[in-house]
């Protein structure tokens, strides 16, 4: 949501987060403490164990109004044409192997995808050496990537903030990788 790390939000219907217990203790959430048991406070302390994450409360507040701000609608205008240029581009990479649905309607701003014969771990390190920011791993999707039969992928996410010259540096980036190991595999 463009906020700090380490901030986010409970939500939940009241009547259920009355019934709950925290599963962290600290700070203003508690009521009383026995020898026996600890009666909580009201909601919301009840799940505020130790102190704020003043900047991140600021920093997400900010991100709401931005987000507000900028629209819904703009957003996703912003998004869908900057996958579809990513996917446009990445399609062009005949020694890439890309993992996303056809329907590019149905598609969110992350793509995964391998350079064949290539390690996810190999292209992520040297992608990194280019300035160009991706994940390579599993993704907590073991299941998934036992029914690809591969151990792991590259992922590029992508959002609001990215530009067409992003996408034309990780190709760029993607092509350099390649061409280091295209003599190992080919």
Excluded: W
Excluded at 55 to 77: F, M, P, S, T
């Amino acid at each position: 949501m463009l906020a700090p790390l380490g901030i986010g939000v409970l939500y939940g219907k009241k009547e259920l987060l009355n019934e709950m217990n925290p599963f962290l203790m600290g700070g203003d959430m508690i009521e009383y403490v026995y020898e026996d048991h600890t009666t909580f406070a009201p909601l919301p302390n009840k799940f505020e164990a130790g102190t704020q994450n003043v900047g991140g409360v600021i920093g997400l507040g900010a991100a709401i109004d931005y987000i507000e701000a900028l629209g819904y609608d703009k957003i996703q205008e912003i998004e869908k044409e900057i996958i579809s240029y990513a996917r446009q581009e990445l399609s062009k990479l005949d020694y890439l192997t890309l993992y996303l649905t056809k329907n590019e309607e149905n598609h969110s701003g992350v793509i995964s995808f391998n350079i064949n014969g290539v390690h996810p771990h190999d292209v992520a390190s040297i992608l990194d050496g280019e300035g160009v920011c991706i994940r390579s791993g599993n993704h907590c999707a073991q299941p998934l990537m036992r029914y690809l039969g591969i151990d792991s992928t590259c992922r590029a996410s992508f959002y609001i903030y990215n530009t067409k010259e992003d996408i034309d540096r990780l190709v760029k980036a993607l092509d350099k990788a390649h061409d280091m190991f295209k003599k190992y595999i080919e």
